[in-house]
């Protein structure tokens, strides 16, 4: 069994049960493996939560990179960008929310994504920096609601509320 589909197991039991159903047993049944398939990839609960962390992040950067095309500010339309392809994909959604859930009982399992936010939201933002941080901050604040309440906005409301944060990346400081 693949990593991934551990990771996606584990993300699923927390997403629909909370913090207490993330056992690794609980993670090997959901995942249609043995413990021992499980512990063989993830030896600890702390390894499989760490491993979490470590693909929000990933997958994060990633994305952030593959709309980054290096110009003043385009940072943050990046950012914006990649955090709408998450939204658009409903397991991918989630995925931040675990992963945080996960990691919220241990300063060290979280600290990983503490540092990927605080990075993040430092990068250089041209000549608009705080309207460059008031879009990032709006774009985190979407996907907190989205993670406890995603049938708030549908696919339109998804659609105006990017177009609007994009051009927000437009408009002149003021």
């Known amino acids: 069994m693949k990593k991934d589909a551990l990771l996606d197991a584990a993300e699923s039991l927390l997403s629909e049960q909370g913090t207490q159903a993330l056992t690794l047993n609980a993670v090997a049944d959901r995942a249609g493996v043995s413990k021992g398939g499980l512990l063989y990839h993830f030896p600890t609960k702390e390894a499989l939560v760490k491993a979490m962390v470590s693909r929000v992040i990933d997958e994060f950067d990633a994305l952030i990179a593959s709309f980054d095309d290096g110009t003043p500010g385009s940072y943050t339309r990046a950012y914006v960008e990649a955090t709408f392809e998450i939204l658009a994909g409903e397991s991918r959604a989630y995925r931040r929310w675990s992963a945080i859930t996960a990691a919220a009982a241990d300063p060290e399992l979280a600290e990983p994504l503490n540092g990927a936010m605080a990075r993040w939201h430092k990068q250089p933002c041209g000549e608009?920096?705080?309207?460059?941080?008031?879009?990032?901050?709006?774009?985190?604040?979407?996907?907190?609601?989205?993670?406890?309440?995603?049938?708030?906005?549908?696919?339109?409301?998804f659609a105006a509320l990017k177009r609007r944060l994009l051009a927000l990346l437009d408009s002149p400081p003021g």
């Open 128 to 157: 608009d920096p705080v309207g460059q941080m008031v879009v990032r901050l709006a774009a985190e604040g979407l996907w907190e609601v989205v993670s406890h309440a995603p049938e708030l906005y549908d696919g339109e409301q």
